[in-house]
């Protein structure tokens, strides 16, 4: 099943690449697929400017990060983080905003909203973010929607940092242009649900992960049906 879904992939890649092919503005507008995408940029903060990089490059401590999230459909965003101090955090939506989490296609979303809301701190290692995405509003318990927006549970175990990787710069990118980068960090399937996230019907959907250049992008050949979970690693000294 699983070399069946990966010559699937890649055949809707292969589609996928040779239509961005013949689009001039490809990299500035988003693609039009049959499925759905999302793309992810990260910028970080030099001086007073906001400055695209790498999503996988290796952040100092101190650093400060936000993110840019956009779509090609309307939906819902819910962003969580877990620090290498195993701090939790609620990045997406703010509670001073009413608690919107409603996204149109083609609108570009800051994550967080603020400039001091996420700065990189902790021992070094991978922030773990979670991106949960769905096509329609979320119901409660009572059968209401409302907004879409349902409060997530807090982490059962507060204070306890997740597994953890030791960032690793890789040789033949930082040799061509100077960057340190992790090949682990940026966005990807989860490895291991948290517990609060336990109950939302994720992986009942393929989900593609790619990267372009300065952004990750996270693509369905098929319109999503359903609320989908992935994890951003953001790594750190």
């Not at 400055?51 to 996988?56: H, I």
């Not at 952040?59 to 090609?72: E, Y």
């Not at 608690?99 to 290692?125: D, K, L």
């Amino acid at each position: 099943m699983a070399g069946l879904r990966s010559r699937v992939f890649a055949g809707w890649l292969a589609c996928t690449v040779l239509a961005a092919l013949g689009t001039a503005q490809t990299k500035t507008k988003t693609l039009s697929v049959a499925g759905n995408r999302m793309e992810i940029q990260v910028e970080r903060l030099a001086g007073d400017k906001w400055v695209t990089v790498d999503p996988a490059l290796i952040f100092d401590r101190g650093d400060r990060v936000r993110f840019r999230f956009r779509t090609n459909f309307d939906g819902y965003l819910y962003v969580t983080n877990i620090s290498t101090s195993g701090s939790y955090a609620l990045l997406f939506p703010r509670p001073d905003t009413g608690e919107q989490n409603r996204i149109r296609a083609g609108t570009e979303y800051v994550v967080p909203e603020t400039q001091t809301r996420f700065r990189v701190a902790g021992p070094a290692g991978h922030e773990t973010l979670y991106w949960i995405v769905s096509p329609t509003a979320w119901r409660s318990e009572d059968g209401g929607s409302h907004s879409g927006y349902i409060p997530l549970p807090e982490p059962p175990q507060q204070g306890v940092a997740p597994p953890n990787m030791t960032p690793r710069c890789d040789d033949t990118v930082f040799r061509a242009r100077g960057d340190c980068v992790d090949p682990a960090a940026g966005a990807r399937e989860l490895d291991v649900v948290p517990p609060n996230l336990a109950g939302i019907p994720s992986g009942k959907q393929d989900l593609m992960f790619m990267r372009e250049e300065n952004k990750a992008v996270i693509a369905t050949p098929e319109p999503l049906h359903g609320p989908v979970v992935y994890e951003f690693l953001l790594a750190h000294k």
